[in-house]
C-alpha cells in the first residue's frame, strides 16, 4: 500500500466487515430521494418486509456499526459513517465521496441478495441470519497507527503475487491472507489482495490437459483471397498478476448505461477496473462486432467474461480466444447471468479460481497488444523488424489501429528499434499536464480513453535513439529505409500508397479493424500487395461493396 501515494509514516485501516440480514418484518418507510449514485440505488424498493440490516466495522480495534434497511438512504448513510470517520481513501478512492460509494455498493448488493464471501446461514423459526465476513477491502486513514486483521484461519499465497506480512499481538488474528499484488497503477490505487488458489494438483483434476496451448490461428482463404484473423488486444501493463480476491458475483461495471452514457466519469478508470476485481463475472457480449474492448478489461482485471453466445463467434473471429474455456467457465454450475448471481451450494469455487488463474495466464500469453503485434510480424515475414512506420489518415480513437501500435511499440523498443506513426494519434501519448494536445481530452474519446489514451511516450531529442522523425516520409518509403510498412486502418486513409507499392509491394501490412461481417472489394484488392488482417471474419466468402 505505500504505493499508492500516501508517506510513509501512513498506516493502513483494515476494514473487516460482517453483513447482518434478517427477516425481521418492520413498518414501511417512503423511498429514498435518488442521489443519482447510479452503483448503489439499483435495488428495488418492492420488497413485501422491510429488512433491517447491519455493518460491523472494525476500525482501530474499535468496533463501529452502521445500521439500515430495505429503504434506506444508503449513499448517505455511509457518507455519513466515512467523514464522521476519517475514511477518506483507498481502493481506488482518495474522497469520502468515492469510499462512501464503495461501502454504499457492499450494502446494496446484501439487500439485493448478492452474497459474499464466506456465509454461515443459522435458520430458526421466525429469522434467517446471514453472515459475511470480508477481508480483502483496505482503506487507509491519516494520523493513526491502525492494525491489520483478518477474519481468515488460512491460505495460499499466488507465487505471482508481491507479499506483504503484518505484526500481531497475542490476542489480535495473524494476517493470513498476505499475498498482495501490483496493479496497473492511478495513485492511489497500486495494491490489492490475491485470491488463495487452490492446489496445483487440485486445478489439474478442472485442466487435466494442463496449460492451454498457443491459440492456433489459421487464416481464410476465399479463393485467391487470404485473411489473416486480429484481435483489438490489451496493453501488457494492465494486466494483473494474480487473481483478485473477489467481494461480489458479477460486477455493475459495465461502462454505460442503458440510455448510452457511461456509468463511470472519464477520471474513473481506476474505479471502473476495480469494480472488475472484486467480482467473478463480468458481462460482455457481441455489439456491433464481435471483439470489444469490454472482453479484455474483464480479463486483464482477473474477472471472467460472462460472454453471451461466445460459442456462435465465426470461426475466424476471436480466433486469439480461448473460446471453449470461457464457455465453460460462463456456465459453472449454480452461476445465472442473467440475474446475475451464483448460488454458493452448487458453484465450485476451487474450478471457478482454477479457471480464472488459467484465463488470466492466457491472457497475459496471447492477448496482449505486444503478442498480437509480435503475431503480425511473423505472419508478415518480419519477426525481427525494428525500423516499422506506422500510416494513418486519421488521428481519431480507433481501438484495432491504436492498440497494434501499441503492441508494435513495445516489440521493438525491446530491439532499441522505432516505430514511426504517422499521422500522430495524440490521445494516445502522455501529456505533460492536464490540457491535453489538439484539444483531445478523455471526455471526448471512444470509450474515454479506458485502456488506450496516454499510454506511449515519446522524446524530443533528435539524438536519442528513439526519437521519431516523422519528416520526408515519401522519400524515405522509396529509398526503403523501414523494415515493413502497416496502414492501421485500410478505411481511415492509405497516404502515400504509390509510393508504398512501389517500394513494398507484395509485403505490406494492411489491417482491417471495422465492425463488418463480409468481404468488401478493399479485402480483394489489397490482399493481393501484401498481408490483410482483418477484425471481424464471417463464416463465408460473400463479396459486399
Same mark, same amino acid.
Given at each position: 500500500m505505500g504505493a499508492m501515494g500516501y508517506s510513509t509514516g501512513l498506516r493502513l485501516l483494515f476494514l473487516f466487515i460482517i453483513l447482518v440480514s434478517t427477516t425481521q418484518q418492520q413498518q414501511q418507510q417512503p423511498p429514498p430521494t435518488n442521489h443519482n449514485h447510479n452503483t448503489n440505488h439499483n435495488h428495488n424498493h418492492n420488497h413485501k418486509h422491510n429488512h433491517q440490516h447491519e455493518i460491523t466495522i472494525t476500525l482501530n480495534n474499535i468496533q463501529h456499526s452502521i445500521h439500515f434497511n430495505d429503504h434506506s438512504d444508503l449513499f448517505q448513510t455511509a457518507f455519513e459513517f466515512v467523514s464522521t470517520n476519517g475514511v477518506s481513501a483507498g481502493e481506488g478512492c482518495n474522497d469520502y465521496e468515492c469510499t462512501a460509494r464503495f461501502i454504499s455498493g457492499m450494502m446494496a448488493n446484501e439487500m439485493a441478495n448478492k452474497k459474499i464471501g464466506e456465509k454461515a446461514v443459522e435458520t430458526g423459526d421466525r429469522s434467517t441470519v446471514t453472515r459475511v465476513k470480508l477481508d480483502m477491502i483496505e482503506l487507509s486513514m491519516e494520523g493513526e497507527i491502525l492494525s491489520l486483521e483478518s477474519s481468515s484461519t488460512s491460505s495460499t499465497s499466488s507465487t505471482s503475487s508481491t507479499s506483504s506480512t503484518s505484526s500481531s499481538s497475542p490476542d489480535? @488474528?495473524?494476517? /493470513?491472507?498476505? !499475498?498482495?499484488?501490483?496493479?496497473?497503477?492511478? @495513485?492511489? #490505487?497500486?495494491?490489492?489482495?490475491? !485470491?488463495?488458489?487452490? !492446489?496445483?494438483?487440485?486445478?489439474?483434476? #478442472?485442466l487435466p490437459s494442463g496449460p492451454l496451448p498457443p491459440p492456433t490461428i489459421a487464416p481464410k482463404s476465399c479463393g485467391t483471397t487470404t485473411i489473416h484473423p486480429l484481435v483489438i488486444g490489451v496493453p501488457a501493463e494492465d494486466v494483473v498478476s494474480c487473481v483478485p480476491l473477489k467481494s461480489f458475483d458479477f460486477a455493475e461495471a459495465k461502462p454505460d448505461n442503458n440510455e448510452g452514457k457511461y456509468m463511470f466519469d472519464h477520471k474513473e478508470e481506476h474505479e471502473y477496473r476495480r469494480a472488475y476485481r472484486a467480482a467473478r463475472y463480468g458481462r460482455t457480449k457481441k455489439k456491433s462486432g464481435w471483439d470489444c474492448m469490454r472482453h479484455y478489461e474483464i480479463l486483464s482485471s482477473g474477472s471472467v467474461p460472462s460472454f453471451e453466445e461466445i460459442e456462435h463467434s465465426p470461426a475466424h473471429t476471436l480466433a486469439h480466444f480461448p473460446k471453449e474455456l470461457l464457455a465453460r467457465a460462463r456456465d459453472l454450475p449454480g452461476v445465472d447471468p442473467v440475474a446475475g448471481t451464483i448460488n454458493s451450494e452448487a458453484f465450485d469455487h476451487d474450478e471457478y479460481l482454477c479457471l480464472a488463474d488459467e484465463l488470466l495466464r492466457y491472457t497475459r500469453e496471447y492477448l496482449t497488444t505486444k503478442?498480437? $503485434?509480435? #503475431?503480425?510480424?511473423?505472419?508478415?515475414?518480419?519477426?525481427? $523488424?525494428? +525500423?516499422?512506420?506506422? *500510416?494513418?489518415?486519421?488521428?481519431? !480513437?480507433?481501438?484495432?489501429?491504436?492498440? *497494434? *501500435?501499441?503492441? *508494435?511499440?513495445?516489440?521493438?523498443?525491446? +530491439?532499441?528499434?522505432?516505430?514511426?506513426? #504517422?499521422?500522430?494519434?495524440?490521445?494516445?501519448?502522455?501529456?505533460?499536464?492536464? /490540457?491535453?494536445?489538439h484539444g483531445w481530452s478523455n471526455e471526448n474519446i471512444y470509450g474515454l480513453g479506458f485502456s488506450t489514451a496516454h499510454r506511449l511516450t515519446e522524446v524530443d531529442d533528435p539524438g536519442d535513439a528513439s526519437f521519431v522523425d516523422r519528416s520526408n516520409l515519401s522519400e524515405r518509403i522509396l529509398n526503403k529505409e523501414f523494415d515493413v510498412v502497416v496502414y492501421g486502418s485500410v478505411h481511415r486513409g492509405m497516404l502515400f500508397l504509390d509510393e508504398v507499392i512501389e517500394a513494398y509491394g507484395g509485403e505490406i501490412v494492411f489491417v482491417d479493424g471495422e465492425d463488418m461481417h463480409g468481404m468488401c472489394t478493399k479485402v480483394q484488392k489489397f490482399a493481393k500487395m501484401g498481408h490483410y488482417f482483418m477484425r471481424e471474419i464471417g463464416d463465408d466468402c460473400e463479396v459486399i461493396q
Open positions: 489480535q @488474528p495473524k494476517l /493470513t491472507h498476505s !499475498a498482495y499484488a501490483d496493479v496497473p497503477c492511478i @495513485p492511489p #490505487y497500486c495494491k490489492f489482495r490475491c !485470491a488463495p488458489l487452490p !492446489a496445483p494438483q487440485s486445478c489439474s483434476k #478442472y503478442s498480437v $503485434a509480435e #503475431y503480425v510480424l511473423r505472419v508478415a515475414g518480419k519477426p525481427r $523488424a525494428r +525500423n516499422i512506420l506506422y *500510416l494513418s489518415g486519421h488521428e481519431g !480513437a480507433d481501438y484495432v489501429r491504436d492498440m *497494434l *501500435l501499441h503492441g *508494435l511499440k513495445s516489440v521493438v523498443k525491446e +530491439n532499441n528499434g522505432v516505430v514511426v506513426d #504517422y499521422v500522430k494519434p495524440p490521445h494516445l501519448y502522455d501529456i505533460a499536464d492536464d /490540457t491535453p494536445p
